[in-house]
């Protein structure tokens, strides 16, 4: 499941593409398309450019230009990749996958959107305004905030942590691999609940999400390590990378959560 760090990635990807005159758009699967048919689609981007993208939580936005920069009353494609999303950068004779759903050509090269579940998909807003209303209800993205901000946010009211971490209008960019990963290096129980947690759990709390992000982003994906819970989490009989007491899970707010019960005790 794309999160946070996978989406930092697609956004170097789309980097790449910025710039290039954008010479053909195909629509291979209109299923992806959101508020936006090909025909639109095609005719908005066929000429333009992208400008430089930006990314917050999960989404990824990438103004348009006509000229030299974008404007605020140009449109931007806004990308979200769902559970399967993916972007790639690739030569324009490069095999298609199976669900490559949007291509757009600048030269010799395609930028490719790529979705099995088509759960998300793209957007085409018409201006910033647009933009800054679609993205309204998201919280801080988590690789800005601050210690102060994330504390308040949680303690707001009072909820189980796990389910907090990963509402997008609390903070956005967390998924279920990010949270469960924070809570067992910042050694948290994932049933505490927001407004029990001490000054210090909130330091730690945060201190260890902003090291989890830094180290996630630079390789552009959550990583299984084997010194990290991802890398464990998935085994039948899994045990803790750092004490090898067997791994619990169970499912909170309707994911999957897995914990160690004794470095993370309640």
Same mark, same amino acid.
């Given at each position: 499941?794309?999160?946070?760090?996978? @989406?930092?990635?697609?956004?170097?990807?789309?980097?790449?593409?910025?710039?290039?005159?954008?010479?053909?758009?195909?629509?291979?699967?209109?299923?992806?398309?959101?508020?936006?048919?090909?025909?639109?689609?095609?005719?908005?981007?066929?000429?333009?450019?992208?400008?430089?993208?930006?990314?917050?939580?999960?989404?990824?936005?990438?103004?348009?230009? /006509?000229?030299?920069?974008?404007?605020?009353?140009?449109?931007?494609?806004?990308?979200?990749?769902?559970?399967?999303?993916?972007?790639?950068?690739?030569?324009?004779?490069?095999?298609?996958?199976? &669900?490559?759903?949007?291509?757009?050509?600048?030269?010799?090269?395609?930028?490719?959107?790529?979705?099995?579940?088509?759960?998300?998909?793209?957007?085409?807003?018409?201006?910033?305004?647009?933009?800054?209303?679609?993205?309204?209800?998201?919280?801080?993205?988590?690789?800005?905030?601050?210690?102060?901000?994330?504390?308040?946010?949680?303690?707001?009211?009072?909820?189980?942590?796990?389910?907090?971490?990963?509402?997008?209008?609390? @903070? /956005?960019?967390?998924?279920?691999?990010?949270?469960?990963?924070?809570?067992?290096?910042?050694?948290? &129980?994932?049933?505490?609940?927001?407004?029990?947690?001490?000054?210090?759990?909130?330091?730690?709390?945060?201190?260890?999400?902003?090291?989890?992000?830094?180290?996630?982003?630079?390789?552009?994906?959550?990583?299984?390590?084997?010194?990290?819970?991802?890398?464990?989490?998935?085994?039948?009989?899994?045990?803790?990378?750092?004490?090898?007491?067997?791994?619990?899970?169970?499912?909170?707010?309707?994911?999957?959560?897995?914990?160690?019960?004794?470095?993370?005790?309640?």
């Amino acid at each position: 499941m794309p999160e946070l760090p996978d @989406v930092e990635g697609f956004r170097r990807v789309l980097r790449r593409a910025a710039g290039k005159p954008i010479e053909h758009v195909e629509v291979l699967d209109a299923g992806v398309l959101r508020g936006v048919d090909a025909a639109e689609l095609r005719d908005a981007l066929t000429g333009t450019a992208f400008a430089t993208p930006r990314r917050h939580g999960k989404w990824l936005i990438g103004p348009v230009r /006509a000229g030299r920069r974008h404007r605020r009353d140009e449109p931007s494609v806004v990308f979200h990749f769902g559970m399967t999303g993916s972007l790639t950068w690739v030569d324009g004779d490069t095999e298609r996958h199976p &669900h490559d759903r949007v291509v757009i050509g600048s030269g010799t090269r395609e930028l490719r959107y790529r979705d099995l579940r088509k759960l998300q998909g793209i957007r085409l807003v018409p201006d910033d305004d647009g933009v800054s209303s679609l993205l309204r209800d998201l919280g801080p993205d988590a690789a800005r905030i601050g210690t102060a901000e994330l504390g308040a946010r949680l303690a707001r009211r009072q909820r189980t942590l796990k389910p907090a971490l990963t509402d997008q209008a609390v @903070v /956005a960019g967390l998924g279920n691999l990010l949270a469960d990963e924070i809570l067992w290096q910042a050694r948290v &129980h994932p049933r505490r609940g927001t407004r029990d947690l001490t000054d210090i759990d909130r330091r730690r709390l945060h201190r260890t999400m902003t090291t989890v992000l830094r180290r996630s982003t630079r390789v552009g994906r959550v990583p299984g390590w084997d010194g990290w819970l991802t890398g464990h989490r998935d085994d039948r009989d899994g045990v803790c990378p750092r004490c090898a007491t067997p791994l619990r899970r169970t499912r909170l707010g309707g994911r999957t959560t897995v914990w160690c019960p004794r470095c993370q005790a309640a």
